[in-house]
């Protein structure tokens, strides 16, 4: 009990940004706990069993256990969602800031660029990627940030265009700063809420459109995502099976989204206390 | 009632308010379909799949028809008799036979559509073998063909829809020509409307026809999900959903629905490339004794499948001969016997290999393939087999089949029909095809088959195909898929023992729709 109690006290004496580490550590744990506890993620007879002592979530129609499913799906979804998502991003903001700052014919270039982008529907891009090549992982999460980077440059052009208005920025071009260093130290740290929100939408749809991949050619589509769980679910909107099968990956995808939102708000903090304090 | 249960009602309300327009007095029949839109019903332009071609031929007679058994009767042609050598066809036509513009069928229209689609060659059928047709009089004419075929009924006559002379002369590209004029045809009823999309099609029956009266004044096909077209068909707005999904019939026959079904012997079927990985023999089967079927069956189909038979035509068919063919009954010792003898290795972590290196096995399919194809990449990754699974557009796939680029393949076509079918999906070159053309044996054994008109001769022959099928392997039938057709009593639905014209496995041949010819 004292035990318990002292290390409770060495919880709340930690700095607030070590405890969310902890909750997450604690959670990898749990998580790697179901993944040895949970049955294979293999085909079986127990077809669409309802959740039971068994199967903890039921099975799906060709009798894989949901719940090793869900859990399975972790990183590769994570993984793949957050980097092809900040990839994207990052494209989108070099473009945005070189369109926002630079000449009018290289911004007219890249908005263009753009237009066409998102006037060619994805689907054909990728469907003429897949007759090239048999992306590996590196190669999908290359493909997700190159279908989904344009849809954010006119938004975060038009926010950098506000941001070069304001004074700090004017003041320290007047005093020979270069555009990078505003970039660095003026521009993204103002933006830096809308970044994150972008940031967010990029995930969703990177997490639901790496789903689309597989019926396309370009990926195994066994490669288990929440996206593609969802997907598969979607046969099953006129039967009971739908709690059961669409539910879990929706509310992993849910808490996931909201998790990096969490991250991004203290992030944020975090910057703006360090900026106070060095200042 | 479920989550979507309203959805439903809003989606059979719609249907019914479309149906309520038409009017009430008549008596009408609807069909309801779950994909809808099956193409315009003319010969050139409806989609190329059995609903598409059976949905034509309520519109478009052919020379020669199937009764309720599937029996040849005269259709368009009162008879037709074959000269000695079998390369002479003499045809006479129904006295009364008109199209449905009024004007009369001759035989000026029959050798036009064979020198038409001479040009513009229809998908079901093939005029390759006709070298002229010899127009005798309004009603007679001859069809001389190159080499001999006693089954040109079966074949040809039975699958060819005619087309009036007078609207398709000069029609360049027939494959664009949608115009409503373009489903004139001879058969029992007449297209109304046709709505691409939403699916919709009105036909109205055709009071004039030759072969008997059509059963119903009005035919309405309606795309609607089944779930939605059980509670449409309890409410009586829906007589018949033509393919039930299986997991449905319980809740249709709970709805008081009549339900049908039979083994479609529409198998789906693993095919290999024989130019690469599986060029031998001993490999083709050892994967099949790698493969569990009766476990593929029970996880994919849950109960709405069998197990297929291995020499092609499926146990109970037309053409099927009971005999003691291999059927590979899962064996992972004799499969690895057989890898071995072929030369792969089992290296230390569990994965075959050959000439030292791993194998991947390129496995290509379709979407709706996908669960079949999970399933089986599961069991063979628990025998050694690494497999990379991708599932492909039409396009893709078609490249991928042509150039060779895959090791495993799955196909589903019907193996119903005149025997001259298999020739196409075992021997030919491209997709859908076993492309087994370099098999000598299996070559000759499907010429000499064609070649023979009596039945029981033929069957000698095919016997000897099915065994040697089953031996090859040319591709590994893996189930034989159960379907199901939901009704009620206003009309009999039957499948027929051969399937209808080129082997369709439907249970809505268009005589289901007459009344019988006052023979």
């Known amino acids: ?279 | 009632m479920s989550l979507f249960g309203k959805l439903n009602t809003a989606l059979v309300l719609g249907v019914t308010s479309f149906l309520l327009a038409a009017p009430a007095q008549a008596e009408r029949l609807v069909i309801a379909d779950s994909k809808g839109d099956r193409g315009m019903p003319a010969p050139f332009v409806h989609h190329k799949n059995g609903p598409g071609f059976i949905y034509t031929t309520y519109i478009f007679d052919s020379l020669v028809g199937q009764d309720e058994n599937g029996k040849l009767i005269p259709e368009l042609a009162q008879s037709w008799t074959a000269s000695d050598d079998g390369k002479v066809f003499e045809i006479t036509l129904q006295d009364e036979a008109k199209w449905h513009d009024g004007q009369p069928v001759t035989a000026q229209d029959v050798a036009f559509t064979m020198d038409y689609m001479a040009e513009h060659p229809y998908i079901f059928s093939s005029v390759a073998n006709i070298a002229h047709t010899r127009v005798l009089s309004e009603r007679k004419l001859q069809l001389v063909l190159k080499k001999p075929n006693p089954n040109l009924p079966t074949t040809l006559l039975i699958v060819q829809p005619i087309l009036p002379k007078h609207i398709y002369e000069g029609q360049a590209t027939p494959e664009r020509f949608v115009d409503k004029a373009a489903a004139t045809g001879s058969g029992p009823y007449k297209l109304v409307s046709y709505d691409k999309a939403q699916g919709r099609y009105l036909l109205e029956g055709n009071q004039d026809y030759h072969a008997g009266k059509p059963k119903f004044d009005q035919l309405a096909i309606v795309k609607m999900s089944s779930p939605a077209a059980i509670q449409a068909m309890k409410s009586g707005d829906v007589d018949i959903i033509p393919s039930l999904p299986l997991e449905k019939v319980d809740a249709a026959k709970a709805a008081g629905l009549e339900v049908l079904s039979v083994k479609s012997n529409h198998p789906v079927r693993l095919v290999y490339n024989h130019q690469g990985t599986f060029k031998d023999k001993s490999t083709r089967q050892a994967l099949a004794y790698a493969i569990d079927r009766q476990a593929l069956v029970d996880v994919v189909y849950r109960g709405t499948a069998v197990v297929a038979d291995t020499g092609y035509f499926q146990e109970g068919s037309f053409w099927h001969t009971r005999q003691d063919d291999p059927s590979y009954p899962y064996n992972a010792v004799k499969a690895q016997v057989l890898f071995e003898n072929s030369g792969w290795q089992k290296n230390e972590a569990g994965r075959w290999t050959q000439d030292g290196k791993p194998v991947t096995l390129r496995f290509v399919t379709e979407k709706r393939f996908k669960k079949i194809a999970t399933a089986l990449s599961d069991q063979l990754e628990a025998f050694g087999l690494e497999v990379d699974l991708r599932l492909m557009e039409r396009a893709a796939l078609q490249q991928a089949s042509t150039t060779g680029n895959y090791d495993l393949t799955i196909y589903s076509s019907s193996t119903l029909g005149d025997p001259e079918g298999v020739g196409r999906r075992v021997l030919r070159k491209g997709w859908k095809s076993d492309q087994f053309g370099h098999h000598t044996k299996m070559k000759q054994l499907l010429n000499k088959q064609m070649t023979i008109s009596d039945e029981a001769e033929r069957r000698v022959v095919l016997k000897e195909f099915q065994r040697l099928y089953a031996e090859e392997l040319p591709a590994y039938m893996l189930a034989n898929p159960i379907w199901a057709t939901a009704h009620n009593d206003k009309v009999t639905p039957r499948f027929l023992p051969n399937g209808i014209a080129i082997g369709i496995p439907s249970a809505l041949p268009k005589r289901v729709f007459v009344e019988a010819g006052e023979e």
């Open chain 1, 1 to 279: 009990m004292k035990q318990i109690l002292r290390s409770s006290s060495i919880f709340q004496t930690l700095p607030k940004g070590w405890k969310s580490v902890l909750i997450l550590f604690g959670l990898v744990a749990v998580l790697s706990l179901l993944m040895i506890a949970s049955p294979d993620y293999k085909t079986s007879r127990d077809t669409l069993a309802p959740p039971g002592t068994e199967h903890w979530l039921g099975t799906n129609d060709i009798g894989q256990d949901v719940l090793s499913g869900v859990v399975l799906a972790l990183p590769n979804t994570i993984i793949i969602s957050v980097v092809s998502a900040g990839l994207a991003l990052m494209i989108a903001l070099v473009f945005a800031l070189v369109a926002a700052i630079y000449s009018r014919t290289l911004a007219a270039i890249i908005l263009r660029m753009v237009d066409i982008a998102q006037i060619v529907p994805s689907i054909l891009l990728i469907l003429l990627l897949a007759a090239w090549f048999q992306p590996g992982f590196t190669g999908v999460i290359l493909i997700l940030a190159l279908i989904a980077w344009y849809d954010d440059v006119r938004v975060l052009r038009a926010i950098i265009l506000r941001e070069l208005t304001r004074e700090n920025v004017q003041y320290a071009r007047q005093m020979q700063a270069s555009w990078s260093y505003c970039a660095r130290y003026h521009i993204i740290p103002a933006i830096w809420p809308s970044l994150l929100a972008l940031y967010v939408q990029n995930l969703r749809q990177t997490a639901m459109k790496l789903a689309g991949l597989g019926f396309l050619g370009l990926t195994d589509p066994r490669l288990l995502t929440w996206g593609s769980m969802m997907q598969d679910a979607l046969n099953y909107m006129y039967e009971p099976a739908w709690s059961w099968l669409l539910l879990p990956p929706a509310l992993c995808l849910t808490v996931f989204l909201l998790c990096i939102l969490f991250v991004g708000q203290r992030l944020e903090r975090y910057s703006l206390a360090m900026s106070s304090e060095t200042s």
